[in-house]
Structure formats: C-alpha cells, structure tokens
C-alpha cells in the first residue's frame, strides 16, 4: 500500500525510532500506579492553594467588615497580602469559603 | 513466537502487579514506545505525558493481553490510542482541499543516508497535530483510511487530503535538508 518515498523515508527512518526517557516519568507512573496523583498535579494544587492563601490574605486586609466565621483563612498573617486592595470591597463573599475549603 | 520466554514471564509478573517486574518491562520497552510518542507529539513534554499515561494504562490493563501477537505490538498499540485521546482533547481534525499530489524523486536510500532519524522526527513534530496524527498512522501505523477515519470520527476524505497535506509538507522540508547537505559536501 506505501509505495510513496515520503512514507518510505518515514516509515524506515522512524519507526523503530527510540528514545532516551527522563527518569520522572517512571516516578510518576509508579505514583499513579499506587494511586498517588502525579508530581505535576500536586504542584498544580500546590500553586492554586498558595494564590487562594493571597487573594484570602488580601480580602481580609482590606475588607474585614463582612462578619463570617473564619477558621483556615483566619490564621494567615494578613501582611503577607500581596496587593493592598483598594478599601470597601463588597463583592467578594466566595473567598472566605474557599479559603476554609482549602485549609483541609 | 515459541513456548515460554523469560520475557512472557516478566508479563506474568506484572500481570499480579509485581513492581520489580514492573519496573524491568518498563526499562526495556520506554525507549522504543518513547519513539512512538515524539512521532506523535508536538515537542518532547507533550511526549513525556503521553508515555506516562500510556505505562499507567499498560499496567493497569495488562490482563487484557491474552499472548496472541507480540506484546510490544500490544503495548504499542495501547501508546497510539493514548496519543490520540491526549490531542482528541484539544485538538479537531479539519478536511482541507485537495491538492495535487507529486511524489518526490529522490531514492529513499540516499535520504536515509544524509538525514538522521532525530531530523526526520523533528520534520513530522513541526506539522500541525491533525496532519502529524493522520501521518503517523497512515505511513507509519500503516492504518487505511477507512480506519483512520473510524478512528478519528472523520471522512475518509478528511483522512485523505490530511495526509496529502502532511507528505506535501514533509517533501518540502526533506528535500530542502537533503539539498544543502549535498551543497556542503
């Protein structure tokens, strides 16, 4: 069926073509494998925990008025907000949930 | 294929999820299924991802292997459907016009001797996922396009004209590479 030498210069150049693979790809399957998510899931979550810790720590430097219980956000240390936002934020009530659902 | 080889054994064994069987299969057949996934890749990270989903998938269907056929035909197997799910994500498969289609005249032979396999892989990683997709199947797989397009959800004349596009291309850049080697030499 290939009688084209551009699939023949493919086909014989590449297809027992192998490669040497980085050593994290095993690590990440056996993770898998024992159901662990993989090291580039954790960073994922890592990163989306951190930048929900600094939008929490900026809303409750800024805009502490609305009273809600407070338990995970409660403890960062509100100087450690990246950008003081401007005052009188009254639009923002789903970060104080977040930051509780990601204390767990 | 005769009796039982030590390498039918080594299946066997991860068959009950033995890890240091795991881990031997592994070593002796990424190279090569890492061939594979840079053929279908766009860049080697993008094959990184399709290796480890493809060893994930092997092991975790490993039962599935009745030794009918070669194993690494198998797993081979198992690593193209990765690819194709892994672009099926983001990536559609679009018919485009024919064009006409004139074979090159250089002997394969002479091509193969002044161009590495890594600047051929690198030719087929530049074309577009859905002209590298139907490519590899095609001329590599060896798939028709009647399976090509079952597999992919198009027409057989997507199939068609995708590859005519990608040979197209992949003539261009082979004889632009074979013919400055021939001008250095």
């Not at chain 1, 590449?14 to 056996?30: F, G």
């Not at chain 1, 338990?71 to 100087?79: E, I, K, N, P």
């Not at chain 2, 070593?27 to 890749?41: D, I, M, N």
């Not at chain 2, 269907?61 to 194993?71: A, E, L, N, R, V």
Request: proline content about 3%.
């Amino acid at each position: 069926m290939t009688t084209n030498n551009i699939d023949k210069i493919f086909k014989s150049g590449l297809e027992n073509h192998s490669a040497e693979v980085p050593e994290l790809v095993w690590e990440n399957v056996e993770q898998q494998l024992d159901g662990r998510s993989s090291n580039r899931r954790v960073w994922l979550v890592a990163a989306s925990v951190a930048l929900l810790l600094g939008v929490g720590a900026a809303w409750l430097s800024t805009g502490g008025s609305q009273p809600e219980p407070q338990t995970a956000g409660a403890t960062v240390d509100t100087t450690m907000a990246p950008q003081p936002a401007p005052a009188q934020i009254d639009y923002a009530p789903n970060y104080a949930d977040s930051a509780v659902y990601v204390g767990e | 294929m005769t009796g039982t080889t030590d390498f039918d054994e080594l299946v066997r064994q991860c068959k009950k999820n033995r890890r240091d069987a795991q881990s031997k299969l592994y070593k002796l057949l990424s190279p090569r299924l890492f061939g594979v996934c840079l053929r279908y890749a766009g860049n080697r990270s993008e094959a990184e991802d399709i290796l480890q989903d493809s060893f994930v998938k092997i092991f975790t269907k490993i039962g599935q292997f009745d030794f009918k056929g070669s194993f690494e035909g198998w797993a081979r197997r198992v690593v193209v459907n990765c690819a194709l799910s892994y672009f099926r994500r983001d990536s559609r498969l679009y018919a485009v016009d024919d064009i006409a289609e004139y074979d090159t005249q250089l002997s394969p032979d002479d091509v193969l001797s002044a161009i590495s396999g890594n600047e051929l892989m690198q030719m087929v990683q530049q074309l577009t996922p859905q002209y590298r997709t139907v490519f590899n199947l095609y001329a590599i797989e060896g798939f028709s396009h009647q399976e090509i397009s079952k597999m992919l959800n198009i027409s057989e004349g997507t199939s068609k004209s995708n590859l005519s596009r990608a040979r197209c291309m992949l003539q261009e850049k082979v004889e632009a590479l074979y013919g400055s080697r021939r001008k250095n030499v």
